[in-house]
């Protein structure tokens, strides 16, 4: 499924944290193709692009302790090729 990036402003410690494990970001009014669909560590939903393809990174597991993987984006940081939001039916297909 093809996007384009709506939002590219990650809050400043969120950048840092990227900058120390070489993450690249989607940026502002790129269009993108969604990978992959998996829940992101706020609980949302989170997506991986064909187009930015990122190392593992270290996150704390409330259960599992440090686990590492790849970071995803807010699906809320992009729109679909209309400018409409991104609707949870439309990225079902997605994983296939």
């Known amino acids: 499924m093809e996007v384009i990036?709506?939002?590219d402003k990650f809050?400043?410690?969120v950048l840092a944290f990227y900058a120390e494990f070489g993450i690249q970001t989607p940026k502002r009014d790129q269009?993108?193709?969604i990978r992959q669909?998996?829940?992101?560590?706020?609980g949302?939903?989170?997506?991986?692009?064909?187009?930015i393809q990122n190392p593992d990174v270290p996150?704390?597991?409330p259960v599992m302790g440090e686990v590492?993987?790849?970071?995803t984006f807010n699906v809320n940081?992009?729109?679909?090729?209309?400018?409409?939001?991104?609707?949870?039916?439309?990225?079902?297909?997605?994983?296939?």
Not at 37 to 42: F, L, Q, S, Y
Not at 44 to 51: M, P
Not at 68 to 71: A, L, V, Y
Request: aromatic content about 8%.
């Open 59 to 61: 996150v704390k597991h």
């Open 77 to 96: 940081r992009f729109a679909t090729l209309l400018g409409q939001p991104v609707m949870k039916e439309e990225l079902e297909d997605v994983n296939v």
């Open 31 to 33: 269009m993108y193709t």
């Open 37 to 42: 669909v998996k829940r992101h560590t706020t």
């Open 5 to 7: 990036c709506t939002n």
């Open 68 to 71: 590492w993987f790849e970071p």
């Open 11 to 13: 809050p400043a410690p």
């Open 44 to 51: 949302d939903t989170g997506v991986l692009l064909n187009e």
